[in-house]
């Protein structure tokens, strides 16, 4: 018979409804436990979910329910100590919400921590599961717009909130190569704040893979696109993404005279990489969205930032 997970969420705000979604898909998880600091919002989500208990104090919940999994859904400067505090408790499964956090020193802390305890940290990229970006992998690998070349990526949004999606998906699209360098310009004039750190006013990047294959990333809440928005050059042909369009994904290849509009296969991305998590769990087989992995994001996001305080070119890794 196969372990049911019992499953407790930290943050009972708008996120944890997704992950809440990803739950409900995954026989073998059970959401047990909530936490959160405001208590109505706590026995919302108890009700609206079937949930048992609620908890405003987290630790409590940590200490009494014996938890296989936690879902962490604050805010970025509380991600650090909530997993630390969660492996220390003996979590096998930490789902941490992006940004990973807000300095590179609490990655290394979480990894460490993580390390230590044996437990699975997974940070919420889930865009990799979504049926447009996997797709648009798809087609790379097989050569449908022959060699890759150029990925551009524009997001209307903040660089810690939405363009560590950004970056996390022109990794995927780039085989998860090693990144040589990145130059970056940021505009925080406005001095905005989201979720507890500066937002920008507009950002751009642009970053060279050691296999030679560059990519350019704009984003920023004066950013004229839409969401999120991607177009994927390749020797032989193209591919476009819209994640606000009701034909999110087209496809100009090898020998095709007009856009070509391939099928998807939608599945809910947070069940996809929840399922990803228990398999980790289980098998010791690392995860595609691993801590390790999310620190490489974290990584470029700085160094966006410290490009654009040095005005210069920026090597990685960052020393």
């Known amino acids: 018979m196969n372990k049911v997970y019992r499953v407790g969420i930290i943050g009972c705000g708008g996120i944890s409804r997704a992950h809440a979604g990803g739950y409900l898909g995954v026989p073998n998880a059970k959401m047990v436990a ?14 609206d979910y079937n949930v048992e208990r609620y908890y405003t104090d987290y630790v409590k919940m940590l200490e009494n329910e014996s938890l296989d999994i936690v879902s962490i859904c604050t805010w970025p400067p509380l991600h650090c100590e909530m997993t630390v505090r969660s492996a220390e408790y003996g979590v096998k499964g930490i789902l941490c919400e992006k940004p990973m956090a807000l300095n590179l020193k609490e990655c290394d802390m979480m990894i460490s921590a993580c390390d230590k305890s044996k437990s699975v940290l997974v940070i919420g990229h889930q865009r ?22 150029m990925i551009r990526n524009i997001c209307r949004g903040d660089l810690l909130s939405d363009g560590t999606h950004n970056i996390d998906l022109i990794r995927f699209y780039a085989d998860d190569q090693p990144i040589e360098w990145v130059f970056g310009q940021v505009d925080d004039r406005q001095k905005r704040t989201r979720y507890g750190h500066d937002v920008e006013d507009s950002s751009i990047a642009y970053i060279l893979f050691k296999n030679g294959v560059r990519a350019f990333m704009e984003t920023g809440l004066v950013t004229p696109a839409t969401y999120q928005q991607a177009f994927i050059d390749g020797t032989e042909g193209r591919i476009d993404i819209n994640y606000s369009s009701e034909i999110p994904i087209r496809v100009k290849g090898k020998g095709d005279a007009e856009w070509q509009f391939p099928e998807l296969v939608r599945e809910n991305p947070f069940k996809l990489e929840i399922v990803e998590m228990i398999n980790s769990i289980e098998t010791g087989k690392e995860h595609i969205l691993s801590g390790r992995q ?12 410290e490009s654009s305080r040095r005005r210069a070119v920026v090597n990685l ?3």
């Open 128 to 149: 990799r599961f979504e049926a447009q970006y996997v797709k648009a992998k798809e087609l790379i690998n097989s050569g449908a717009i022959g060699d890759l070349i």
């Open 34 to 47: 909530v936490a959160d600091i405001n208590e109505e919002n706590a026995k919302k989500f108890c009700q």
């Open 294 to 305: 999310g620190r490489i994001d974290f990584e470029v996001l700085m160094a966006v930032y």
């Open 317 to 319: 890794p960052l020393i």
